[in-house]
């Protein structure tokens, strides 16, 4: 679901400030927070990234607020290969981007409180599918 991007850029550096420097690095060391780790697309260095989302059997699902901008999700374009901590609990999975899923419904079946946030910040909806295997 593509956007102006020109249009949004003010508020998705206003947004991507915010998390890179006040909320990921609070959130990151929460026991109870979904972490997304991916390899760095230049540096290949493990990158954690606070998520929200829900786990439904082995997949979790998650809608990122800044879609290809994201730099988790350009980091899963160049290797699709994740591992996720969910209850304390590392699992490695598969990451699969879903640019013609609906976004809005997706976040529908999502949790409410990160579903909003989601909405009222992001700039340009991508739903990701986490396929999780066991290490």
Known sequence: MAT????????????????????????????????LETRGRRSGLARRTPIGGRLDGDTFWLVSDHGGTSDY??????????????????????????????????????????????RALGTDLLTVRIDLYEN
């Not at 249009?7 to 972490?35: D, S």
């Not at 699709?80 to 609906?102: C, E, F, Q, Y």
Request: proline letters at 8%; aromatic letters at 8%; glycine letters at 4%.
């Open 73 to 118: 999700i350009r980091n899963i374009r160049a290797d699709s290969r994740v591992r996720i901590r969910i209850r304390g609990r590392w699992r490695a999975g598969t990451a699969v981007l879903l640019p013609h899923d609906d976004p809005y419904a997706r976040l529908a079946a999502l949790p409410r409180f990160n579903s909003s946030m989601v």
């Open 4 to 35: 102006n991007v020109r249009a949004t850029e003010p508020k998705r550096r206003r947004v991507g400030f915010f998390h890179r420097y006040v909320a990921n690095p609070v959130t990151r060391r929460l026991p109870t927070q979904v972490l």
